[in-house]
């Protein structure tokens, strides 16, 4: 079994489905105003550990932030990425990554999609969820936490109106 330190806590940014489904692999599943600004907050200044597959739906590397993309293909590159081939070398990336500038934040963003959401659960400390009130079908998804484990910090409920779908923006926080 994998075991991964990060000097840094390990924040993963999400918008989960009342279903746990984040996305179909293909386009997005949902808009959400002001929900790009958010991710943009809260991912500035900070590396980025995703999956290829994230990486290839998003098509280009985020400005800003440093992306760090996991793929077990040897020969796999993308621009202005820097390629990865485990979850340790990954921590590794992106700690040297803040350490190279003092104006970087100290934290660590899981970027996703749910392989990566995944493999990185058990070391998680904070998860910046948005939960979105639809039931959509798609074959990525969010993992189950263990809600024992976690304390809820805040929320911030956004019912649905005619134009908008409704939503809520909540901060999980590990039980030290
Ligand atoms: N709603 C949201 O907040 C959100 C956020 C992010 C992504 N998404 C969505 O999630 C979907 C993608 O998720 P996904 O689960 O299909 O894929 P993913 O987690 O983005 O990427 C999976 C890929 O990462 C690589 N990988 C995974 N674990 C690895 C490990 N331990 N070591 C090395 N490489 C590893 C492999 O790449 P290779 O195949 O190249 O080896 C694997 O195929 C998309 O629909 C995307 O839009 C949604």
Redesign the pocket.
Known sequence: MTSIQSRYPLVA????AKNRV?????Q?LWHIPGDLPRVKTLTMGRPLI?????FE?IGRALPGRANIV????AD?TGEGVITV???ADAITAAEEWIAADKQRTGEIVI??????YS?FMPYLDVIDLTEVDLNPD???LFPEWNTAEWTETSRTHHPSTDAAIGFDLIRLERRS
């Not at 940014?13 to 989960?16: C, I, K, L, N, S």
């Not at 995703?50 to 994230?54: A, E, I, K, L, N």
């Not at 996991?70 to 293909?73: A, D, G, I, Y």
């Not at 970027?111 to 990566?116: P, S, V, Y």
Request: net charge positive.
């Open positions: 940014v999400v918008a989960m984040i996305g179909d692999g293909q997005l995703m999956g290829r597959r994230t739906s996991l793929t077990r293909q796999w081939s485990t979850m970027f996703g999609g749910g392989e990566i493999a798609g074959a990525a």
